[in-house]
């Protein structure tokens, strides 16, 4: 990169799956009316006292335990102090010197290399409030009722060279946040949200480079396009001599660049100090064991187990693994027919195209897995064609019935029998002197126009490659 290598490094805030919210029992839920969620305990009101929810805690502790940290047995609340209308306490409780989870990794493939990156921390959080600008002129807006929900902040260290191989993180940490059902990945409304960290240094050194933080990048493109314009910036600035300032910048995602928001803050600004109102959290080795125990399987691992125990390809593992439940039908599926490629084929292409027509998810989805197999059933005894299977199959979708029942019903049925398609075959050739004359002096490329014409003659439900064998003895006899 111009004799300059790229540092970043990663922090990612996680909301919740929790029914309340971190400190109080207002519920954790989002795209209520403005202010009709909240508490004294989240509004900050003098005089009320947090009390942590110990769900919070196990999903910080499943997190942890997914990507290989260790666990403290003692974290610390700490207050972050510091002034916006959004935050009506005028600190955020947060976990400052003692989080929860630290010194864990997360192994990612970039371009078919391993890579490893370390994480830091994890630690717990609340959430501020939503200040809204847009829209109201000189004045703006708050709602409180994302106050308090709870986050997950995890840290990476700047182990990242290259803005791939922070998606390839990215992806990895969302999706194993998901399968944990410890927060629903949705980055558009912001419950898995990044500040990318960026700097350069000259390539082969081992100093870094000073760093800017970016924010606002609302989805993995945005991520992408931010960190190489960053990086593009910060080599610029130093091969014309300047310096690199540390700042934070804000992804200007319509204009295509970043721009400056504020200087960087330092830790110190903060004022942080542990909570008076929140004793530290303890856990104990059979609390740990107990989340370990009851870890589901990791993305990762079910990517393995489709390649070794269906072998399908990499590519194919890693679409069916898009979310657990996916990947679940896909093994329903393979469990009542053995053709797990066929199955795959399937469920990338159709299956997932009517998901997304129908903008919803597998769990959603009207044909079971033991339909699906079914029709793929009937396609490989050779009893409908794979054209008629699709058509049976937006059948299924619409009307929700079983793919026998909608071949009978409508009579949809290959023609496989050898006889009658050898009938049909004379009379084609008899009917196409010229044609077959043409192919026995050496045109077999004709052979498409015989079959083009058998399967208009059967109305599309001769077996193609039956039909194609016999016209192709037929005519070279
Ligand atoms: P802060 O308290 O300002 O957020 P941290 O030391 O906690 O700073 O680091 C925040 C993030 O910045 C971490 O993900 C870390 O890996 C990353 N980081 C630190 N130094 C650099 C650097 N020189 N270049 C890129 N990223 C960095
Ligand atoms: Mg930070
Ligand atoms: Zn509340």
């Known amino acids: 990169m111009r004799g300059y290598d790229a540092v970043i490094g990663l922090e990612v805030h996680a909301q919740l799956l929790t029914d309340s919210k971190i400190f109080c029992s207002c519920r954790a839920a989002s795209g209520l009316p403005p202010n ?11 005089g009320t006292l947090p009390v942590l929810n110990r769900k919070v805690v196990e999903l910080g502790m499943r997190l942890g335990l997914a990507t290989n940290c260790s666990i403290s047995r003692k974290s610390v609340f700490a207050r972050k102090n510091y002034f916006y209308p959004d935050l009506p306490k005028g600190y955020q409780i947060t976990q ?16 078919g290399e391993a890579r490893r990156v370390r994480i830091l921390r994890i630690h717990m959080e609340e959430d501020a409030g939503k200040t809204i600008h847009e829209g109201r002129g000189p004045s703006s807006l708050v709602d409180f009722n994302r106050s308090g929900v709870p986050l997950l902040e995890i840290v990476s260290m700047p182990d990242i060279t290259g803005t791939e191989e922070a998606v390839a993180y990215l992806r990895e940490l969302r999706q194993i946040l998901m399968y944990l059902g410890i927060c629903d990945g949705n980055m558009e409304e912001g419950s898995f949200r990044c500040d990318a960290n960026v700097s350069v240094r000259p390539a082969g050194t081992r100093v870094y480079g000073v760093r800017t933080e970016l924010k606002n990048m609302n989805s993995f493109r945005n991520i992408q396009k931010a960190l190489d314009f960053e990086i593009d910036r910060h080599i610029g600035i130093l091969e014309s001599g300047g310096a690199v300032e540390q700042e934070t910048r804000l992804w200007n995602a319509a204009k295509g660049r970043t721009e400056s928001m504020r200087s960087k803050e330092e830790s110190h600004d903060y004022r942080y100090f542990p909570d008076p109102d929140l004793v530290p959290v303890e856990v104990d080795d059979v609390w740990i064991s107990h989340v370990r125990d009851t870890l589901p399987e990791l993305p990762s691992r079910v990517r393995q187990r489709l390649v070794e125990r269906y072998g399908l390809p990499a590519y194919d593992a890693g679409v069916l693994t898009q979310t657990r439940e996916l990947a679940e039908y896909f093994e329903e599926c393979a469990k009542i027919l053995d053709a797990p490629k066929e199955i795959s084929n399937w469920i990338m292409t159709e299956v997932l195209r009517v998901l997304s027509e129908q903008g919803i998810s597998i769990a959603d989805f009207g044909v079971s897995p033991a339909g699906l197999a079914e029709l793929i059933g009937l396609v490989r005894q050779g009893l409908i064609s794979g054209s008629m299977a699709k058509e049976v199959f937006s059948e299924m979708v619409s009307s929700g019935r079983s793919a026998a029942g909608i071949v009978k019903e409508k009579g949809i049925s290959q023609l496989s029998d050898e006889q009658e398609l050898r009938d049909i075959a004379r009379g084609i050739i008899e009917g196409n002197p010229n044609e077959a004359e043409k192919y026995r002096a050496g045109r077999t490329g004709l052979l498409g126009f015989f079959v083009g014409k058998l399967m208009a003659e059967t109305e599309g439900k001769a077996n193609p490659r039956l039909a194609s064998r016999i016209l192709k003895e037929l005519l070279e006899t």
């Open 36 to 46: 009709t969620n909240t508490c004294p305990v989240c509004m900050g009101m003098p």
């Open 96 to 111: 400052h010197r003692f989080p929860l989870c630290e010194n864990g990794y997360l192994d990612i493939e970039v371009n």
